[in-house]
């Protein structure tokens, strides 16, 4: 072999041992340089998601979020007018110049009418307005002049009331104390006989007592009281004092029919004492038995 060729061959060797290294460097680097470059990407991506759920949140507005429903209230107020029909009693006794007058209690047909209006029905306590109108109807009043015949009149036997009554709930059982005024009338059509037309008006209260059975069936029971103030004066030129007073109550049975209509049995009876300037008071006894329907608004 010559010189030329054995140096050439040597410069061969130095060439690629030179060039091989390079080549492997070069792939190593360019292979760091793509996992330097792939991890940015990642970490840019995430900080890009994280930025954005950030901002979402700061445009998000406290409070925004839809509260949950709240839980569902009865009515402000409930308006309740009821009528009724059946039958009314009456009668008298009072001292006279002449004897003890008596009208003797007979049964005739009766009315009523009325409308409570109850502010916060389901509410641990409620008000209520209570209006009653109550009247007989035919009714008559019998009279035994001395060497006359009998007498029989026409006259207007009613009631009216109105109180205000608040009521505390607590469960099946609801108190209620029933303050306000009421008069009871009796009025001849004829003014010249022996029965004078009078009113009986004062302030009263009512004890309201009422018990639910069950989701239909409502008890009520209420003592009353009242102090009667005003008499007319054709009453008290017969000897009756200027005051007095009445005694009595209500009691009741419903039943509810649907959410906005209730039937029931009702009876009041009320008996006035009044003293006179004889020796027997003067006694007016008023009863009412109906049967009432209300609706419920």
């Known amino acids: 072999m010559s010189i030329q060729h054995k140096l050439t061959k040597w410069l061969c060797v130095l060439w690629l041992g030179s060039v091989l290294p390079c080549t492997a460097s070069t792939a190593r680097a360019q292979d760091e340089d793509f996992g330097e470059d792939e991890t940015p990407a990642r970490t840019d991506a995430g900080d890009a998601e994280s930025e954005s759920e950030a901002s979402e949140s700061e445009a998000k507005p406290e409070g925004s979020e839809k509260p949950a429903s709240e839980a569902p209230t009865g009515p402000g107020v409930s308006v309740q007018p009821y009528a009724g029909i059946g039958m009314a009693m009456r009668s008298f006794s009072r001292p006279t110049s002449l004897g003890l007058q008596k009208l003797a209690a007979s049964a005739v047909p009766g009315a009523e009418v009325g409308l409570t209006v109850v502010a916060w029905p389901a509410e641990p306590f409620s008000l209520g307005f209570n209006l009653a109108y109550q009247t ?162």
């Open 136 to 297: 007989a109807l035919g009714f008559t009043v019998t009279e035994s002049p001395p060497f006359a015949l009998q007498n029989h009149v026409r006259a207007r036997s009613e009631r009216v009331a109105l109180d205000i009554a608040p009521t505390w709930h607590f469960g099946a059982l609801n108190v209620g104390v029933a303050i306000g005024a009421s008069a009871r009338v009796l009025w001849p059509e004829a003014h010249l006989l022996m029965t004078p037309g009078y009113s009986l008006i004062g302030p009263h209260a009512r004890l309201e007592l009422t018990a639910r059975f069950n989701e239909r069936l409502t008890v009520r029971i209420a003592p009353e009281g009242q102090w009667i103030v005003l008499i007319d004066q054709d009453l008290k030129a017969t000897g009756v004092s200027s005051q007095g007073m009445a005694v009595g109550g209500e009691a009741a049975v419903n039943i509810t029919v649907s959410d906005h209509i209730q039937v029931g049995v009702n009876y009041r009876e009320s008996h006035a004492l009044i003293s006179t300037n004889r020796n027997t008071q003067f006694q007016d006894v008023e009863r009412y038995l109906t049967l009432r329907g209300t609706g419920s608004f």
